[in-house]
């Protein structure tokens, strides 16, 4: 069975989270689920609550990793909640599970899980024209290391289209060098082998 893919929606939690958040993150909830693509967030409200909404409403499946010990502190459309009992370290636990990330909005927190996200090279895209503190980096990367560029769209459609094209060529990337190794491997196997034979030639 292909492994479905995990996308980690970010942004404004309930504070700061405004009515045009709220429906972008809830589209981009339902596009997830009609990708048959797993919905990943922080678990708590605003941004996360609404995406979770969406996607719960589009019959897809929701995963919460709030920073909580007590599950009953996730917003209600997460259908798997990962109490952590972290605090803000939790947002590298959701960083390293989403296979890509979409941003929508956000203050601070937010831009530590991009932070994380961006250390290991996941694919990002964010919503442009909504003031957040990842809006200077959109289009863009966050420091010289340029690990992954941030991308930027316009409408919640083009977000998970564009994470689902990132995550495809990451795939294909990822396979490629996987079978470079193996051929190398391979080769060096090979090149062994030859010396051992020309060393018992020898003796």
């Known amino acids: 069975m292909t ?3 995990q996308i980690l929606v970010i942004g404004n939690n309930t504070n700061g989270c405004t009515p045009k958040h709220e429906k972008i993150a809830y589209d981009v909830g339902v ?7 797993i919905l990943i967030t922080g678990g708590l409200g605003g941004v996360m609550a609404a995406a979770s909404h969406g996607a719960h409403d589009a019959n897809g499946l929701t995963v919460g990793i709030i920073p909580q010990d007590n599950a009953a502190m996730a917003n209600e459309f997460c259908d798997i909640v990962i109490p952590t009992g972290m605090g803000l370290a939790r947002d590298f636990v959701n960083a390293l599970t989403a296979d890509g990330v979409i941003i929508v909005g956000g ?3 937010t831009l530590s899980e991009v932070c994380a996200a961006y ?9 442009r024209n909504i003031k957040s503190s990842i809006e200077p980096y959109i289009d863009g990367f966050l420091d010289h290391r340029e690990n992954i560029k941030i991308i930027g769209v316009d409408t919640p459609q ?14 294909d990337r990822n396979t490629e060098s996987t079978d470079d190794e193996i051929i190398d491997d391979f080769n060096k196997i090979k090149s062994g082998e030859a010396s051992r034979m020309a060393q018992k030639s020898s003796d």
């Open 31 to 37: 596009e997830i689920a009609k990708s048959d693509s």
């Open 158 to 171: 083009d977000a998970v289209k564009k994470i689902l094209e990132l995550l495809t060529m990451s795939y």
């Open 3 to 5: 492994k479905k893919h």
């Open 107 to 109: 203050g601070s927190g």
């Open 119 to 127: 250390m290991y090279k996941k694919p990002m895209v964010a919503i």
